[in-house]
């Protein structure tokens, strides 16, 4: 008989993956917590989330329990002209944990989605208004926004969309003042980055709809992080200008940065927040692109087209909210809060441990449940070092020369002291 991966080789076409090249994907049977078992049984630690999604580990019951209940009162219905309890209540509660302003909730089902959905909606909001000039948007190099084709238009990541740039729409881009531990460039970096938006803003200040950015750690490509301090300064500059900020929290947000939400750490807030991965603790798709009653007010009238003419036909899913309500309640509880900080004193140790030794490790970087570092003289992580993560059952995967992890909050202290002497092991291994 042949074995799920030799049929998997024979029919499905995998994302981000060079087909030819790849080494044979690993069938995964189960998971429970922080570990996710393949055909032969053997475990591996997932350290990256299941690519960011889980939060309280895999296969938690509570979560399970109430999708499988939803499911027996109403597992999906038409979200134009109808609602349903679950679609409120999420809502209701998210509120209680964002700034007051962001009161008006658009659901989708994934975080491009959500990205997209926040750029048509600045897009309109300026159109709704007469101000058809308003068609440029600001973003930071080496941001992720997503694959669709709005969300790669401000992403612009040469590595999975240089393909299809002739086709984007027009963006302005800012350098992104990437920091680390006992990093002395970080003012200079900081500086150069605002003169050149101080520039774009002089050239073009009234034909810019809005700016995107992840807020305190651009993920996708490689864990880079910024000050707080250095997000406000650029937040301020935009205002003065009339635009609209969207903060992309598709990863961040969830309790990853150590708040619930990145946006706590910075004093300003955006006029769009846009939410997911984590958002139904990793069990089914579902996002929401989060703005403000301004916002909301600027697309009410008696004609249709200033209406949002947009909507996908698994919005606000019922089977995904409920997840989420479970998922968030989790969230709010005292252990999980105590577990998010355990995981970030686990990164503290782990990376001191690993700077004293492994000569290759530098520019480390940790906020909250994320912990990350460079290899010295690399551009990409070799596919040796990717194989015997896997071997010594470790799921990390590395992003260019940047190893991260971002454990669900179900991983222990001692999980990550594991994890990190057998990095430790692997790197001087290989690196050296
Ligand atoms: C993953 C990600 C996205 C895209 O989300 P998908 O659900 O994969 O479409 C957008 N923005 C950020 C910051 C992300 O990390």
């Known amino acids: 008989m042949m074995s799920i991966t030799e049929r998997d080789k024979k029919i499905i076409w995998h994302p981000f993956t060079q087909e030819k090249t790849a080494t044979n994907v690993i069938a995964i049977k189960n998971a429970k917590g922080s570990y996710v078992y393949d055909e032969q049984g053997k475990a591996y630690l997932d350290l990256i989330s299941s690519w960011w999604v889980n939060l309280h580990g895999h296969g938690h019951p509570d979560i399970a329990r109430s999708i499988y209940d939803q499911a027996l009162k109403l597992e999906h219905v ?24 962001l009161n008006r909730f658009f659901f989708s089902d994934n975080g491009s989605t959500a990205v997209e959905v926040a750029l048509k909606m600045a897009y309109q909001y300026w159109h709704n208004q007469g101000q058809k000039d308003k068609k440029l948007f600001l973003s930071f190099e080496g941001g992720y926004h997503g694959d669709t084709f709005g969300a790669m238009s401000v992403g612009k990541n040469s590595l999975f969309h240089g393909v299809f740039s002739d086709l984007f729409f027009k963006v302005l881009s800012i350098p992104f003042p990437l920091t680390w ?8 970096k900081e500086e150069y980055a605002l003169s050149v938006l101080d520039e774009h803003l002089s050239e073009h200040h009234n034909k810019i709809a809005a700016i995107i950015l992840e807020p305190l750690v651009q993920g996708a490509s490689g864990m880079r992080m910024c000050r707080a301090k250095f997000i406000d300064a650029v937040i301020e500059k935009v205002r003065k200008q009339n635009i609209l900020v969207i903060f992309d929290e598709v990863m961040t947000g ?3 940065t150590g708040s619930n939400f990145a946006l706590e750490q910075i004093d300003a807030n955006p006029d769009f927040l846009c939410i997911s991965k984590g958002i139904t603790g990793g069990f089914l798709p579902l996002a929401l692109t989060v703005t403000t009653d301004n916002v909301y007010n600027a697309f009410l009238s008696n ?7 947009h909507g996908h036909s698994y919005t606000a899913n019922p089977l995904a909210c409920a997840a989420a309500l479970t998922s968030l309640k989790m969230l709010s509880q005292t252990e999980t809060k105590n577990a998010i900080h355990s995981i970030n004193q686990g990164h503290k140790k782990g990376i001191a441990y690993l700077k004293t030794n492994c000569q290759s490790v530098e520019h480390s970087r940790i906020i909250g449940t994320i912990g990350a570092f460079s290899i010295k003289n690399v551009n990409n992580i070799s596919q040796s070092i990717k194989e015997n993560f896997l071997k010594e059952g470790l799921l ?7 190893i991260y992890l971002l454990p669900p909050y179900s991983t222990t202290f001692n999980e990550l002291e594991f994890a990190y002497k057998k990095i430790k092991e692997i790197i001087n291994q290989i690196a050296n």
């Not at 134009?80 to 509660?93: I, R």
């Not at 531990?181 to 200079?188: I, K, Q």
């Not at 990390?396 to 940047?402: A, D, E, K, M, V």
């Open 254 to 256: 969830f309790g990853r």
């Open 78 to 101: 038409i979200f134009s002209g109808f609602t349903h309890s679950p679609a409120v209540e999420l809502c209701e509660n998210l509120q209680q944990l964002l700034p007051y302003s």
């Open 303 to 309: 004609e249709w087209k200033y209406a949002f003419a």
């Open 181 to 188: 531990d006992e990093d002395l460039d970080v003012v200079s």
């Open 396 to 402: 990390i995967r590395p992003l260019g020369n940047t």
